[in-house]
């Protein structure tokens, strides 16, 4: 049995924490590989102003540009519907027998999780990594959702608190201030050339 942690995400835009954790994952899961899978219409987000799916998914494609075994995955913008994860996942499962998926995402998402449609059956069908973001400690937080969602299997990915967010990298750049690295050069060109067109 191989295994592929999925990555799953907004990434408007794409940062350095997102490169950081799933570099971190490829490496603590030995899996084959880290999918990177930027959702094309994000159901926890509808309402939100959000960049087109395919800005963000060439942000996405240039920040893990030559990281070993981070691989674009564009699955979800195949299908016309909402991108539900649970839906990505149960055809994933049965497009990829031999394959154990794992699912990663911040503390925050496992907060939410819950919410999500699915929620329950996800649990049942994949195990999650999660890396700690400051409002949402990881045991708390396991915890609470497991009471919810008593199936639920996380483990915590081992990385330094890195808590940036695409929330702050946006008002950063709404505000024309320097983002010191926050998000690679090459991005942040693709990010400008969509903003001034
Ligand atoms: P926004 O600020 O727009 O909500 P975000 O920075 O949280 O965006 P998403 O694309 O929503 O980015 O994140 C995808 C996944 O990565 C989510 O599960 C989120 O919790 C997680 N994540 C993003 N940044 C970090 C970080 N710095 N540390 C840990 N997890 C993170």
Not at 25 to 35: D, G, L, M
Not at 60 to 80: K, P, Y
Not at 125 to 148: G, L, Q
Not at 154 to 163: G, Q, V, W
Request: aromatic share 8%.
């Amino acid at each position: 049995m191989k295994t592929v942690v999925l990555f799953g995400g907004t990434f408007d835009p794409p940062h350095i924490g997102h490169l950081m954790m799933a570099q971190l994952a490829y490496e603590q899961t030995e899996c084959e590989a880290v999918w990177v899978m930027p959702a094309p219409s994000p159901p926890h987000k509808e309402g939100l102003l959000v960049s087109p799916y395919r800005v963000r998914r060439d942000m996405t494609a240039q920040l893990i540009a030559g990281s070993q075994g981070l691989v674009l995955c564009e699955v979800e913008a195949e299908r016309e519907a909402l991108s539900f994860t649970v839906d990505t996942v149960r055809i994933l499962q049965e497009q990829h027998p031999d394959t154990e998926f794992r699912f990663l995402m911040g503390s925050d998402s496992l907060h939410d999780l819950p919410t999500w449609h699915g929620s329950n059956e996800l649990t049942k069908r994949i195990d999650f990594m999660v890396a700690a973001r400051a409002e949402a400690p990881f045991e708390e937080t396991y915890a609470r959702v497991k009471e919810v969602l008593p199936d639920l299997r996380a483990h915590l990915l081992r990385m330094p608190m890195l808590d940036v967010s695409s929330t702050f990298i946006r008002e950063r750049l709404e505000q024309g201030k320097p983002l010191c690295g926050l998000v690679p050069d090459m991005v942040l060109e693709t990010w400008n050339r969509y903003a001034g067109s």
